[in-house]
């Protein structure tokens, strides 16, 4: 059973144009690719069609799970959200507490998350360990380099 995802309705647009993208113009490439390969002789010495074939599968691959993804996404209406506790679509001020530095996240589905805007997975140790929390809570979060504690100082929504 696939896991469902919840996204913006600009998040989801995201995927589709990917996936569209994909299977309108980098499919057809591929098997391009692989025919200019086949024509250039013996198959069984031609590295350009054993790499053609090789790119043709990652992209195959990548497509069957962009469009798992997007069957199993669905669009939150971020008005009918709790605004009293830490969820998807939060956004998060926060303290950590051991260097005295402040912080915001808006935690969103893995695909959506980009740290250098400030948006993290709901999957990620850090987006796991706030969920749920409220402002004036703190979090004591298990991260790869040993673990952080956050006091959570304000959750809102855009």
Same mark, same amino acid.
């Given at each position: 059973m696939s896991k469902v995802s919840y996204y913006t309705?600009?998040?989801l647009k995201k995927l589709r144009s990917e996936?569209?993208?994909?299977?309108?113009?980098?499919?057809?490439?591929a098997s391009q690719d692989i025919a200019d390969?086949?024509?250039k002789g013996d198959l069984s010495e031609n590295a350009e069609y054993d790499a053609a074939k090789e790119a043709q599968g990652m992209l195959e691959m990548r497509i069957a799970k962009l469009e798992e993804v997007v069957a199993n996404a669905r669009v939150i209406d971020e008005s009918q959200l709790d605004t009293t506790k830490v969820l998807i679509h939060s956004n998060v001020r926060l %303290?950590?507490?051991k260097m005295?530095? +402040?912080?915001?996240?808006?935690l969103v589905a893995q695909s959506e998350a980009d740290l250098k805007t400030g948006k993290i997975s709901v999957d990620s140790p850090i987006g796991k360990g706030l969920l749920? %929390?409220?402002?004036?809570?703190?979090? +004591?979060?298990e991260v790869p380099n040993g673990i952080?504690?956050?006091?959570?100082l304000e959750v809102s929504r855009d």
């Open positions: 309705e600009d998040g996936l569209d993208q994909l299977r309108d113009v980098q499919r057809p490439k390969a086949r024509d %303290k950590n507490t005295n530095k +402040e912080m915001t996240y808006k749920g %929390k409220k402002a004036g809570d703190t979090a +004591e979060i952080l504690n956050f006091e959570i």
